[in-house]
């Protein structure tokens, strides 16, 4: 049987095979990010000031708006990716809310600041910290997204092991972002950002190897 016509019969099996493979992804998702999280607490735990900073810091709360930013679209994008039938190319353009939203909060910081204050904040108090963090918290969430895809049908193995990592990234950098002293969107802007592409990276080889079909 050809390629095209497996995806199609496979595709014309969806009522049967898509509500498993959501709730399966939508699972490894919450186990994922539990055993993250827990991690997370165990080891580093919430700042002492998290409660005064969402009210008091429009810095802080940028960090979760971007964070969600990319794991809310990365999880819708990677749910779909699982199925035979999909064609991410058109849809691909929801990854660029991020970016988006960045660029906004990176604007704003070269404004409100004066350029003498833009490397310090850039460079921040943990940024090497940050670089180890974001992808260790990844690895469980990346695992458990993995693994829901294998049990799917995606036909574009990279494309949906990248998300998947780029969803894993956003989880874990919600995570740390309750952690980390650092709220200049500058240093989101580089910091996070590495540990979001490495994770990315990492996910996208990943799927190409153990996702194929």
């Not at 900073?53 to 999880?75: D, G, V």
């Not at 460079?123 to 895809?149: E, K, Q």
Request: hydrophobic share 55%; with cysteine; aromatic share 8%.
């Amino acid at each position: 049987m050809r390629t095209e016509d497996l995806i199609k019969a496979l595709a014309a099996d969806a009522k049967s095979v898509e509500p498993p493979v959501a709730q399966t992804l939508a699972t490894a998702v919450g186990v994922g990010t539990l055993i993250s999280t827990l991690l997370f607490l165990w080891t580093l735990g919430i700042r002492d000031n998290f409660v005064v900073s969402i009210e008091t810091s429009l810095r802080f709360i940028f960090k979760f708006i971007l964070t969600l930013s990319i794991a809310i679209p990365a999880f819708v994008l990677v749910r779909n990716l699982a199925r035979p039938d999909f064609k991410p190319g058109k849809y691909l353009w929801w990854l660029a809310l991020a970016p988006l939203v960045l660029a906004v909060g990176v604007v704003s910081e070269l404004i409100a600041l004066p350029s003498d204050a833009w490397r310090a904040n850039m460079i921040g108090h943990n940024s090497i910290f940050c670089l180890i963090v974001i992808p260790l918290l990844s690895l469980a969430p990346l695992a458990a997204v993995l693994y829901a895809l294998h049990n799917g049908a995606p036909t574009h193995p990279a494309i949906a092991g990248a998300v998947g990592g780029l969803l894993s990234a956003g989880i874990a950098a919600t995570l740390y972002a309750s952690h980390c002293p650092d709220d200049s969107p500058l240093f989101l802007a580089v910091w996070y950002t590495i540990g979001i592409v490495l994770m990315t990276g990492v996910g996208a080889l990943l799927g190409s190897r153990v996702l194929r079909w």
